[in-house]
């Protein structure tokens, strides 16, 4: 499985748009991109899924450059309900299984 | 209630103690998984089940047992736990459509005294 790469912590203002980046450098032709969410004391959540472009729900965007070695989560205008663990994962989608990192620690403040 | 539930939410045992924490859902999706999340390692699989009575080991698989009789239950048994587990654990489940959303429970604290 491909590995990523995500920054540790982002800080953030309630009204901002907040972009995570992920590097997944060796990302394989059968991988798709997955973002969870996670509160504290909770599951993840899914949030988002792409293989490639654009992918745009009502909760965030999904940007995926054309070599597919990055993507970027996108959530508009923040709030402090937002404050969370973000997890990127690339897996191939032929396979049950997923392999969390440690995520990107998203602190929202007033 | 339809979903994913845990029990017991919080449990507290001693070393050497067996522990049983239970995951049932309601959707009767194939695959069920358990999670164990420790600071400093973020989700790390324990066993995996792609349907009743087929399971497989994961990343963190040892002083673990799981069982799957029945295909909307995934018990997760430590048959003698160690203060190395201590952890939060998760159970999730997912129904195989070629796409990976897992969809997870509540989770347990667990703590090893």
């Known amino acids: 499985l491909a590995k990523t790469t995500q920054p540790i912590s982002m800080d953030s203002y309630e009204g901002q748009e907040v972009n995570i980046t992920c590097s997944h450098n060796?990302?394989?032709?059968?991988?798709?991109i997955t973002w969870y969410q996670q509160f504290p004391s909770q599951g993840p959540r899914f949030i988002i899924q792409?293989?490639?472009t654009k992918v745009t729900n009502e909760v965030a965007s999904l940007f995926i450059p054309a070599d597919r070695k990055s993507s970027t989560l996108s959530l508009p205008r923040v709030s402090l309900s937002d404050t969370a663990v973000y997890y990127c994962?690339?897996?191939?989608?032929?396979?049950?299984?997923?392999?969390f990192g440690k995520g990107t620690m998203l602190l929202v403040s007033p | 209630d339809a979903g994913i539930t845990q029990s017991p939410r919080y449990k507290i045992t001693e070393t050497g103690r067996q522990v049983t924490l239970m995951c049932h859902q309601t959707?009767?999706?194939?695959?069920m998984f358990w999670y164990r999340q420790d600071l400093g390692h973020g989700l790390r699989l324990i066993y995996y089940?792609?349907?009743?009575?087929?399971?497989d080991k994961g990343e963190v698989p040892d002083g673990y047992v799981v069982s799957r009789s029945k295909t909307e239950n995934f018990p997760l048994t430590l048959e003698s736990a160690t203060r190395s587990q201590t952890s939060v654990y998760f159970c999730?489940?997912?129904?195989?459509?070629?796409?990976?959303?897992?969809?997870f429970g509540p989770g347990t604290r667990l703590l090893v005294l």
């Open positions: 060796n990302i394989a032709t059968n991988d798709y």
């Open positions: 999730a489940s997912s129904d195989w459509q070629g796409r990976k959303t897992q969809y």
């Open positions: 994962l690339v897996g191939d989608t032929r396979y049950s299984t997923l392999t």
């Open positions: 089940s792609a349907a009743a009575d087929i399971t």
């Open positions: 792409g293989y490639k």
């Open positions: 959707w009767s999706h194939s695959y």
